[in-house]
């Protein structure tokens, strides 16, 4: 069975929204990833949630201001609400899980890949 399962892409006009959404099984570190044609995949954001719940939250510069990164624990989920989109954020975005004690925007951290949803930016 795969462990994180994506949903929430989709096609939208600058300044749009959209919010996607990974279920997993309960990982320590979180992260959303993108990777956008001929380029290299990169971090988009991080959350670390420690023992007793606390979260760290980090963000890449791109995204600062119009990304937020949430989880509800409860059910597992973890959700990128976008805001203000631009034709630049297009890309497939990758939720990431880590359990191995790095939490960082670097692909290497995460051992634990979704299949990826497709986010267009288009006018």
């Known amino acids: 069975a795969q462990e994180l399962v994506e949903s929430g892409g989709g096609s939208v006009q600058p300044g749009g929204s959209l919010r996607l959404s990974c279920i997993h099984t309960?990982?320590?570190?979180m992260g959303w990833f993108r990777q956008a044609p001929g380029k290299r995949r990169e971090g988009v954001a991080t959350?670390?949630?420690?023992?007793?719940?606390?979260?760290?939250?980090r963000y890449a510069d791109s995204v600062k201001g119009r990304f937020t990164f949430s989880q509800d624990k409860a059910t597992n989920t973890a959700y990128l609400q976008m805001n203000n989109l631009k034709p630049e954020d297009t890309a497939i975005y990758y939720c990431?899980?880590?359990?191995?004690?790095?939490?960082?925007?670097?692909?290497?951290?995460?051992?634990?890949w979704g299949q990826g949803t497709q986010v267009t930016v288009s006018s």
């Open positions: 990431a899980a880590s359990n191995n004690g790095f939490c960082r925007l670097r692909t290497p951290d995460f051992a634990h």
């Open positions: 959350m670390y949630t420690d023992r007793i719940g606390q979260e760290d939250i």
């Open positions: 309960g990982y320590p570190c």
